[in-house]
């Protein structure tokens, strides 16, 4: 049992640059969410995904877009990236309802210079 | 959503126990308080939850006084590897994990 699955792990990328970054849960849960932690802080979310075909926007949005591909899978694409994206992005999954506990992948580190 | 309060840093010996306090002084009914742990390079990992009172599990306790304006994140005889971020969640029933907010954590140092 994997729970969140992110890829990649790492990723440098050079100012104006794309990518998306990948999350997948095996545990069938409805709603998914992709944070950001930044040197020092707490996590902001920047956007989340209630249930399979519903995106909504976080703390954070901005910069950022996302795609709940089916129920086990939710991606982040930085269309253009800025170094003020450097940061360590964690996806998370939860059952639905206030008190479930959310669920986290290990992160990704990226490094945009 | 309630504001929550947490020490910034805390050592402790091993073999000891700890306690962490959470001050969320505008709790409203409905919500409830949930802790998480985050190793360095690891995303945060749900430790325990509750309401009222006391909530036990394998890995810690959870003490709420009656008026629920703190609470008591409580880890007994802690070992190297508790070494970790805590942080301290208030959340309401009214809304999802989406409004959830995670503040800075208590950084907590186990000394051998």
């Known amino acids: 049992n994997a729970g969140v699955t992110q890829t990649p792990k790492f990723q440098v990328l050079k100012t104006g640059q794309s990518m998306t970054l990948q999350c997948a849960q095996d545990m069938n849960h409805n709603s998914m969410y992709w944070y950001r932690q930044d040197p020092g802080m707490g996590l902001r979310l920047i956007y989340y995904?209630?249930?399979?075909?519903?995106?909504d926007k976080g703390e954070v949005p901005n910069g950022y877009n996302v795609s709940r591909l089916n129920k086990r899978e939710f991606s982040l694409r930085l269309e253009s990236a800025a170094p003020s994206q450097t940061s360590v992005y964690f996806c998370?999954?939860?059952?639905?309802?206030?008190?479930?506990?959310?669920?986290f992948g290990n992160g990704t580190r990226l490094t945009v210079t | 959503l309630a504001k929550t309060t947490q020490p910034i840093s805390m050592d402790s010996y091993e073999g000891q126990e700890v306690n962490i306090t959470c001050s969320h002084n505008n709790i409203a009914t409905n919500d409830y308080i949930t802790w998480y742990q985050q190793f360095p390079s690891q995303g945060p990992r749900f430790i325990i939850q509750?309401?009222?009172t006391k909530v036990t599990n394998e890995v810690a306790s959870l003490f709420i006084p009656a008026d629920r304006k703190s609470s008591t994140l409580s880890l007994p005889r802690v070992s190297l590897s508790d070494t970790a971020v805590y942080y301290c969640?208030?959340?309401?029933?009214?809304?999802?994990?989406?409004?959830?907010?995670f503040g800075t954590g208590t950084r907590l140092t186990i000394i051998p």
């Open positions: 995904s209630a249930s399979e075909g519903t995106t």
């Open positions: 969640l208030v959340g309401t029933s009214n809304f999802g994990n989406e409004k959830l907010t």
């Open positions: 509750g309401y009222k």
């Open positions: 998370a999954s939860s059952r639905t309802g206030a008190n479930s506990p959310l669920h």
